[in-house]
């Protein structure tokens, strides 16, 4: 399957504030953040960032120091027209076969609400997490927010993996703490619930 022109194609065919999983305020997810207590000008990156409106709340807060990544460049490009910002840089990337994440600096804040459920395989999965060991600073911190094991089984006609803050305790590895875990319920567009788990970890010094 070609999931680059998967997602292509749903923002292509949807109206940002109609996709499934639309956030007029990602409002846990900014709790999250500002649990960490990172600096204003903290290198953060969010990785299946869609047209998400989370940038436009971290650039309205002072965040100066943005990096957007998704697989869909038709996303990507909503966003920057969106948004009209030099403090954002957008790059187009696969995680789990990584080209240009690869090679970036490390960063502070590893933010993820829309990826790592859809990857089923276990080699994915491995990809995904090696990306994180490999560009997550040491101190640094790690927000996922992934379908609950109550959640649907399925988003966007794909299959998702569920998770517990368990087996993302798990999966993360030991070079992480986990400082806060929550299960929060989101009604998308539509009003349908939608069942996550929301985690933030840190990386160990």
Not at 71 to 76: I, Q, R, T
Not at 89 to 101: A, N, W
Not at 178 to 189: C, E, G, H
Not at 193 to 202: G, K
Request: net charge negative.
């Amino acid at each position: 399957m070609d999931y680059k022109q998967h997602w292509d194609e749903a923002f292509e065919k949807t109206e940002t504030e109609q996709l499934g999983w639309y956030e007029t305020t990602p409002q846990k997810t900014l709790e999250l953040i500002h649990e960490t207590g990172i600096q204003k000008d903290a290198r953060i990156l969010n990785v299946g960032v869609g047209t998400t409106t989370l940038v436009d709340s971290l650039l309205e807060e002072g965040y100066s120091n943005i990096i957007a990544s998704d697989l869909s460049s038709s996303a990507l490009e909503q966003l920057k027209n969106r948004v009209h910002s030099d403090q954002v840089e957008y790059i187009q990337d696969d995680l789990t076969h990584s080209e240009k994440l690869i090679h970036i600096e490390p960063v502070d804040l590893w933010i993820d609400r829309a990826v790592l459920h859809f990857f089923n395989k276990e080699e994915e999965q491995k990809a995904y997490w090696d990306l994180v060991h490999q560009i997550v600073k040491p101190g640094g911190f790690v927000l996922i927010a992934a379908f609950s094991l109550e959640g649907a089984e399925k988003c966007c006609g794909l299959p998702v993996h569920r998770y517990s803050a368990d087996m993302l305790k798990n999966d993360i590895g030991e070079g992480f703490d986990l400082k806060d875990a929550f299960d929060y319920t989101f009604i998308n567009p539509r009003g349908g619930e939608r069942p996550y788990v929301y985690t933030l970890f840190q990386r160990k010094r």
